[in-house]
């Protein structure tokens, strides 16, 4: 079965302790990407990824680090500095980082921190 | 730099009525323009897709939507609004100048009268 999966499904965390959210395609796809989504707004692109051990800051990295050592794996750490870190997370890929490939997406992770 | 306005915030249909989303882009390339979907709680799922083919585009679950240049604008429709197409609808723009980034518009939530 082809697809993104995205662990865990929901996550809770205490304020300034970082947490890894993973993401893993399977679809030969090159590039991937992650995503926040709060209440009421559309997507925001966090970082990004075209290629294996290369990644870039998206619109708002801050507070957020990746990591690509293989191409199926994407995951996504929130760091203590991110400072309003709960939010619906996103993970999706496409076979290139163009514009004319759709993006797959995984099925969210909900990160609460109190 | 483009960008995408969705029109309505919400839209409230009966069950068997038509359904109209409305979205706006501006973009100083030609476009590829996306509608996704998302249920509660869950990832984005694409409907359909426009890159420079055919400006009707026929997709997944009876939706299409019509690219007019002239008008800039992608509004999606089906003709017959089932319950199961209660979500949130996005609109999703990328060019070729920002090859890695998709412009998400805020997002119209459909709700379905029985």
């Known amino acids: 079965d082809g697809g993104i999966t995205q662990s865990p499904k929901y996550l809770f965390r205490k304020e300034g302790q970082n947490v890894t959210l993973s993401c893993e395609q399977n679809?030969?796809?090159?590039?991937m990407y992650w995503y926040r989504q709060d209440p009421g707004q559309g997507l925001r692109l966090i970082y990004y990824?075209?290629?294996?051990?290369?990644?870039q800051k998206g619109d708002i990295a801050e507070g957020y680090s990746v990591s690509r050592e293989k191409k199926e794996s994407f995951p996504l750490t929130v760091t203590s500095a991110q400072k309003n870190p709960t939010a619906f997370y996103l993970c999706?890929?496409?076979?290139?980082?163009?514009?004319?490939?759709?993006?797959?997406f995984g099925p969210g992770t909900r990160l609460t921190v109190t | 730099a483009q960008s995408v306005t969705q029109l309505d915030s919400h839209v409230s249909v009966s069950e068997g009525t038509p359904v109209l989303l409305r979205c706006n882009y501006s973009?100083?390339?030609?476009?590829?323009l996306f509608w996704y979907v998302q249920h509660p709680n869950k990832g984005l799922q694409l409907l359909l897709k426009?890159?420079?083919?055919?400006?009707l585009v026929k997709g997944i679950n009876g939706f299409e939507a019509e690219f007019k240049k002239s008008e800039t604008s992608f509004h999606l429709t089906k003709p017959s609004a089932h319950m199961s197409d209660a979500a949130e609808y996005f609109c999703?723009?990328?060019?070729?100048?920002?090859?890695?980034?998709?412009?998400f518009g805020a997002g119209t939530t459909v709700t379905v009268r029985a």
């Open positions: 999706a890929s496409s076979m290139r980082a163009t514009e004319t490939y759709e993006q797959y």
């Open positions: 679809l030969n796809h090159d590039a």
């Open positions: 990824s075209q290629i294996v051990n290369d990644f």
């Open positions: 973009s100083s390339y030609s476009p590829s």
């Open positions: 426009y890159t420079s083919a055919a400006t």
């Open positions: 999703v723009v990328s060019v070729p100048s920002n090859d890695y980034k998709l412009s």
